[in-house]
């Protein structure tokens, strides 16, 4: 498989996940209280957004690449 079309699959793939998902979420754990033996920490939940013309813009990248892979075909 030619590498133009590899990166193609992926940006499709990444695309469509991003389309999905709209985001990305992860926890983070921040210490509040800290005295001697006692300690308090508090998770927070803390999402990056993903807007979906930046999965639109791999989607349709990456299926540019497959289709300009299959057409150079040697």
Known sequence: MKP???IGIV???LGVVAL???GVTYTSRE???DIGPIQATQKTKKT???PPLLGGIALAGG???VIIGAKNKP
């Open 4 to 6: 133009i079309m590899l």
């Open 11 to 13: 940006l499709i793939v």
């Open 20 to 22: 999905a998902y709209q």
């Open 31 to 33: 210490k509040i209280i």
């Open 48 to 50: 990056i957004p993903l």
């Open 63 to 65: 299926i540019v690449l």
